[in-house]
Each structure stands twice: as C-alpha cells, then as structure tokens.
Nanobody, 114 residues
Framework: QVQLVESGGGLVQPGGSLRLSCAASGSIFSSYAMSWYRQAPGKQRELVASITSGGTTNYYSVKGRFTISRDNAENTVYLQMNSLKPEDTAVYYC?????????WGQGTQVTVSS
C-alpha cells in the first residue's frame, strides 16, 4: 500500500507563500494523476488542484495563486501557494485523482493569520 506524507505547512501572514510537498512510497506513483485537497475546520474536504501523470494541471478554487507540480523521479507532488489568504487556512492532503485510491496521510496544517 502506498503511503503519503505531506509536509511544508506552517503559520504565515496574509499575502505570504508556502510550498507543500507530498512524498509517496512505491514506484507506481508516476502512473496516477494526483491532487491536493484541503479541509478547513467544520467543513468538508475540498479539491484544490490536480495534475495528471503527464503534467496537465487543473485548479478548482485557487486559480492564479497556487501551482501544482510533480517530480515522478522523486515520487513527490508539490503545491506552491502564493498570496495566501486567511480563508486558505486548512489541513492540506494529497491523494490520487479523480478516485481516492490510497489511505489519507496525516496532512499538513496551513494557517494564514496576522
């Protein structure tokens, strides 16, 4: 079973930037489209951005501020987050897309506050 480990979150002021990483164990990572999801307190988990195995990207709620990328050789997917807003505060997770195939990791907390 593939394990997903998210990292890179933290506390940042509005307008700041963070880069999240999601490392996946196993050599099958490159075969799957991957996505970043987030879950804010009291809300359902939502899709943030996705990237196919070939690198085609789509954004669902943060277009223009976030950039998803991947390094198949390193089994890692990234989320560059710029111009962060308080409403971006959430726990961020990665998983396959459009079907969630792997157990959720622990996520990484992003808090945007002055």
């Amino acid at each position: 079973q593939v394990q997903l480990v998210e990292s890179g979150g933290g506390l940042v002021q509005p307008g700041g930037s963070l880069r999240l990483s999601c490392a996946a164990s196993g050599s099958i990572f490159s075969s799957y489209a991957m996505s970043w999801y987030r879950q804010a307190p009291g809300k359902q988990r939502e899709l943030v951005a996705s990237i196919t195995s070939g690198g085609t990207t789509n954004y669902y709620s943060v277009k223009g501020r976030f950039t998803i990328s991947r390094d198949n050789a390193e089994n890692t997917v990234y989320l560059q987050m710029n111009s962060l807003k308080p409403e971006d505060t959430a726990v961020y997770y990665c998983n396959t897309f459009p079907v969630v195939r792997f157990n959720w990791g622990q996520g990484t907390q992003v808090t945007v506050s002055s």
